[in-house]
């Protein structure tokens, strides 16, 4: 059973920068994608950005491309969100997940059994 932690949520204004962080209790043998999804009030979940650990190959949103990163440190077992040039739309509920399931993109929530509790992000004008 993977645990994901999410942490590095919080308020800020317009043009801020954030940085989420995951911590994975552990990645398995056949932990194939990491992800980001988010959840704003009345909105589905949508993924922002994945990345296929094996590959090393990196998926993002157009809602976010270019203004984000996503990374991970394997020893530390830790998935990273860097977030700038922060808008309003940007606000919602980040969740971290992770599949086994061959990579697709975007990522499809179904694909994904391992999820966080949430870290919310709050951008105001």
């Known amino acids: 059973q993977v645990q994901l932690v999410e942490s590095g949520g919080g308020s800020v204004q317009a043009g801020g920068s954030l940085r989420l962080s995951c911590a994975a209790s552990?990645?398995?043998?056949?932990?194939?994608?990491m992800a980001w999804f988010r959840q704003a009030p009345g909105k589905e979940r949508e993924g922002v950005a994945g990345i296929d650990t094996r590959s090393g190959k990196i998926y993002y949103a157009d809602s976010v491309k270019g203004r984000s990163t996503i990374s991970q440190d394997n020893a530390k077992n830790t998935l990273y969100l860097r977030m700038n040039n922060l808008k309003p739309e940007d606000t919602a509920m980040y969740y971290c997940?992770?599949?086994?399931?061959?990579?697709?993109?975007?990522?499809?929530?179904?694909?994904?059994?391992?999820w966080g509790q949430g870290t919310q992000v709050t951008v105001s004008s």
């Open positions: 997940a992770s599949s086994t399931t061959w990579p697709r993109w975007p990522p499809h929530i179904v694909d994904f059994a391992y």
């Open positions: 552990e990645y398995t043998y056949n932990t194939n994608v």
